[in-house]
């Protein structure tokens, strides 16, 4: 047995002091002082908070997005995840056009299985819907994936209005959750030739053809979708006051609307793609960083608790040989940044240690919520006698600068370089076994799949 003692748990009704033990994996005690046996082996949680391990669930791992593969597989991706602090991955299967989800969900686990030093689970992103597709969807609930994605942007990926009301109609009795990434993929390619005509090659042209209207408008017609199929439906990576407004009209007309958005619109902002020369590449994500009013709005939503999740989105590509494929042509260059390895710290550093945010908070935005939302609560996202002993213990005393240097993401930048971090892990355990100490992995490989 393992006994956390001397902590403060953030625990599901409250935080306060209390001792913690765990043992094959699961948590078996949680009281305010455990005794330890001869046997037993102890950490000592002086002055840490104890949270439940984080869940980030939106991950690009081992993704081919057609012109190149991301960073970060699941080896890479899961150990960085650790370091941080993040205990479990809900990753993006993604079915090829032609293909079946079956195929995809196989070769999800093929990449993933026996690599991560994280807990993972899959979404399922369709993007061809047919009646084959259509027949899956429950063989996919067999095998554990209770959420699915949809795209309204990306020529290869997105789905039209009657396809995803059709989606949203089946997954109805799965109880399955939809999310999806909400942009006007005509208007993108609209807006981005008019960019290229213009003259406009480099990575200003990104931000300029994907305004905030056209996340918005894609987020109002989804919700239209939405009640005419009387369902649900999860926005992946939220990024503008706009997009927000119309979050707040549906859900003023009593509709469920779930809400994620992603450390990198509530840090950054879109001055990023004005640094010099080609710098701008790194901060080439869809949708792309917002104006200063756009951010400060989403914090002020997400302290408000408008938002339910903060995941990453991470989708990892190196500087030098990968985002350079767009040098002449920002089109060409790869959607996507690093972050799994630091949205912890970001978000505690931002919102905890600056009074902004409780520790009770951040964790219902990291590991709760999500766990609720994509079916594995109360096994996974809270400390509770009973549940999975995924646990990262945080040193809220830690300071220290994020680098590319010294990150395990494997990637040549970070686009939270210099980035002056206030709290760090001590220790992260999945499914009990230490996986992470001080920042660093302990080589242990102990994720598994999370069957939901
Ligand atoms: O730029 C991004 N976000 N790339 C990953 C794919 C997506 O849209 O989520
Ligand atoms: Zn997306
Ligand atoms: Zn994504």
């Known amino acids: 047995?393992?006994?956390?003692?001397?902590?403060?748990?953030?625990?599901?009704?409250?935080?306060?002091?209390?001792?913690?033990?765990?043992?094959?994996?699961?948590?078996?005690?949680?009281?305010?002082?455990?005794?330890?046996?001869?046997?037993?082996?102890?950490?000592?949680?002086?002055?840490?908070?104890?949270?439940?391990?984080?869940?980030?669930g939106h991950t690009h791992l081992d993704m081919d997005s057609g012109t190149t593969v991301t960073a970060d597989d699941f080896a890479s991706g899961s150990c960085a995840a650790v370091c941080g602090g993040t205990t479990t991955l809900v990753d993006f299967a993604t079915q090829d056009k032609g293909h079946t989800l079956c195929e995809a969900l196989d070769a999800w686990h093929q990449k993933a299985d026996g690599?991560?030093?994280?807990?993972?689970?899959?979404?399922?992103?369709?993007?061809?819907?047919?009646?084959?597709?259509?027949?899956?969807?429950?063989?996919?609930?067999?095998?554990?994936?209770?959420?699915?994605?949809?795209?309204?942007?990306?020529?290869?990926?997105?789905?039209?209005?009657?396809?995803?009301?059709?989606?949203?109609?089946?997954?109805?009795?799965?109880?399955?959750?939809?999310?999806?990434?909400?942009?006007?993929?005509?208007?993108?390619?609209?807006?981005?030739?008019?960019?290229?005509?213009?003259?406009?090659?480099?990575?200003?042209?990104?931000?300029?053809?994907?305004?905030?209207?056209?996340?918005?408008?894609?987020?109002?017609?989804?919700?239209?979708?939405?009640?005419?199929?009387?369902?649900?439906?999860?926005?992946?990576?939220?990024?503008?006051?706009?997009?927000?407004?119309?979050?707040?009209?549906?859900?003023?007309?009593?509709?469920?609307?779930?809400a994620e958005t992603c450390p990198q619109y509530l840090v950054l902002d879109d001055s990023r793609y004005a640094l010099e020369g080609f710098e701008g590449a790194k901060y080439i994500m869809s949708p792309p960083l917002r104006s200063e009013a756009d951010r400060q709005t989403l914090r002020q939503a997400v302290k408000n608790g408008e938002i339910d999740t903060i995941s990453t989105d991470h989708c990892s590509y190196r500087f030098d040989t990968q985002k350079v494929?767009?040098?002449?042509?920002?089109?060409?260059?790869?959607?996507?940044?690093?972050?799994?390895?630091?949205?912890?710290?970001?978000?505690?550093?931002?919102?905890?240690?600056?009074?902004?945010?409780?520790?009770?908070?951040?964790?219902?935005?990291?590991?709760?919520?999500?766990?609720?939302?994509?079916?594995?609560?109360?096994?996974k996202g809270c400390l509770a006698e009973g549940s999975d002993a995924d646990i990262t213990v945080w040193d809220p005393a830690a300071r220290w600068t994020i680098r590319a240097a010294t990150q395990h993401q494997n990637v040549d930048y970070t686009p939270y370089e210099g980035f002056e971090a206030i709290g760090r892990p001590r220790a992260v355990y999945v499914g009990g076994e230490l996986a992470a100490k001080d920042g660093e992995p302990t080589g242990v490989c102990a994720g598994r799949y999370v069957k939901r």
Request: charged share 20%; proline share 5%.
């Open 325 to 379: 494929l767009g040098k002449d042509d920002f089109t060409k260059i790869p959607n996507g940044a690093p972050g799994i390895e630091h949205r912890p710290a970001l978000i505690y550093t931002s919102f905890v240690a600056t009074d902004e945010m409780t520790a009770a908070e951040m964790c219902r935005l990291l590991a709760e919520n999500p766990a609720k939302l994509f079916g594995m609560w109360p096994r």
């Open 115 to 258: 690599k991560c030093a994280c807990n993972y689970a899959f979404h399922m992103a369709v993007t061809d819907w047919n009646e084959r597709t259509c027949a899956e969807l429950p063989i996919m609930k067999e095998r554990g994936v209770t959420s699915f994605k949809a795209y309204y942007a990306y020529d290869n990926l997105r789905l039209d209005d009657a396809q995803m009301y059709q989606l949203l109609c089946a997954l109805q009795p799965l109880h399955g959750v939809l999310g999806v990434h909400c942009e006007n993929g005509t208007l993108v390619n609209e807006l981005q030739q008019e960019q290229l005509a213009r003259g406009v090659t480099g990575p200003a042209g990104h931000p300029a053809s994907r305004p905030p209207v056209v996340e918005a408008e894609a987020i109002r017609r989804l919700c239209a979708v939405a009640k005419l199929a009387d369902s649900t439906v999860h926005i992946v990576h939220l990024s503008s006051a706009e997009g927000l407004e119309e979050v707040r009209r549906a859900r003023r007309a009593g509709q469920t609307v779930w």
């Open 1 to 56: 047995m393992t006994i956390i003692k001397n902590g403060t748990l953030v625990l599901p009704d409250g935080v306060r002091r209390g001792e913690l033990a765990f043992e094959n994996g699961v948590i078996t005690k949680i009281a305010p002082v455990l005794e330890a046996g001869a046997q037993d082996q102890v950490f000592d949680a002086q002055g840490c908070l104890v949270f439940p391990g984080f869940i980030d």
